[in-house]
């Protein structure tokens, strides 16, 4: 088990942008799997993107593709998400997630994660 904590969450408007962290208590994070999902409110959670142990493996949504960039720091164990071009839809808690053991193929499960954050409240105003 690995402890996520997001942060950076707030109140943006619509065009702006914002950058998640997402911070492990694990020295070993570099070994970890991380996904980011999001939840709106009367809505079911759903993935927005995904960074492989290797930094350079990285898949996205469509609906946040080439707005939502994944990134992470293995030295500092974090994972950062920046959305740029927010719009009011992308509104909804945001989760970070962790799985050291690939289950499947398909990473945009929530199944798939064994680790999960509190979620850090994102808010896109128009």
């Known amino acids: 088990q690995v402890q996520l904590a997001e942060s950076g969450g707030g109140l943006v408007q619509a065009g702006g942008s914002l950058r998640l962290s997402c911070a492990a208590a694990e020295r070993t994070f570099s070994g970890y799997v991380v996904g980011w999902f999001r939840q709106a409110p009367g809505k079911e959670r759903e993935f927005v993107g995904v960074?492989?142990?290797?930094?350079?493996?990285?898949y996205y949504a469509d609906s946040v593709k080439g707005r939502f960039t994944i990134s992470r720091d293995n030295v500092e164990n974090t994972v950062y998400l920046q959305m740029n071009s927010l719009r009011p839809e992308d509104t909804a808690v945001y989760y970070c997630?962790?799985?050291?053991?690939?289950?499947?193929?398909?990473?945009?499960?929530?199944?798939?994660?064994?680790?999960w954050g509190q979620g850090t409240q994102v808010t896109v105003s128009s």
């Open positions: 997630a962790a799985t050291r053991t690939i289950k499947s193929g398909d990473m945009s499960t929530i199944g798939q994660y064994d680790n």
């Open positions: 960074i492989g142990t290797m930094r350079t493996i990285t």
